[in-house]
């Protein structure tokens, strides 16, 4: 261990208060940061979150400097990486086959919009609720309980989602997409968590939503569904996301977690 490093008493006493705020406070400063960038346009908001975002990454990093080794750099082998994004290479397969498998016309409705919404997805959401409370998971929890901890993130969230009701949202929809959300929420904690690298679950996370706000007629402009999908569809839908978030599931079962330790110790400069 680090002697140099600082002494964080709430995160050692008291670990689960620790990752609560880190969920807390990072999504009050990117709210903030939307709501600036909002005042100039709806773009500008997007990019605000995202900025709001990287910055709040940099004051982790500072604040657990030098004991933790920060978010980009990949602590695994490129052949390792291949097999972590597999689960994520399904996923993509599975969205964008969905009109085959439905039996509709193919819809593709890109614009500039709907890249700054994808990217505030991936850097917002991840980092609001998964980057900074996962890191604090894989260091401050004990090694018996963070698989644990990493699935009750996930469904906080898929709970997160219901908020869209608040948007407009169908009531239905928004009920399945907090399973949805839950699998995936599965998905990127893996490719976070196996990786050591916020490049997969940001770029992962982005890449998804832009592919569903251009490919989806159902979603509003706001990325938000306000209709509801066909029994067929919903089955679908459930059944892709069960499946990617079971895969990314066994890939932190007990036994592979122990790798993903491997990992975080390192960057925590634990070794």
Known sequence: MNKRAKNHLLCEKKPYIAVVLSII?????????????????????????????????????????????????????????????????????????????????????????AITMG???????????????????????????????VILLSVIFGLMHLGNILE???MLMSLIQ??????????????????GSVIFPIFAHGLFDYICFVTDPYLSAEGILTQQYNTGRLVYDIIVAAIIGIFALYLLSKNKMAKAGEIWDKKWNQV
């Open 25 to 113: 406070i990072p999504s009050a400063f990117i709210a903030v940061g939307g709501s600036l960038g909002q005042k100039i346009s709806e773009e500008g908001g997007n990019i605000g979150i995202c900025i709001a975002a990287a910055i709040m990454m940099i004051l982790f990093k500072v604040w657990f400097s030098p004991e933790f080794k920060g978010f980009v750099k990949a602590e695994t082998s490129a052949k390792d990486i291949c097999i972590i994004i597999l689960p994520f290479i399904a996923l993509l397969i599975f969205t964008l086959i969905t009109p085959l498998c439905m039996g509709v016309p193919f819809y593709f409705n890109p614009s500039f919009k």
């Open 119 to 149: 990217l505030s997805a991936g850097f917002g959401e991840e980092t609001m609720f998964r980057l900074l409370a996962l890191a604090l998971i894989m260091r401050y929890v004990k090694r018996s309980k963070r698989l644990v901890a």
């Open 168 to 170: 407009g949202a169908d």
């Open 178 to 195: 907090v399973i949805h959300a839950t699998f995936l929420g599965l998905l990127f904690s893996e490719l976070f968590l196996m990786t």
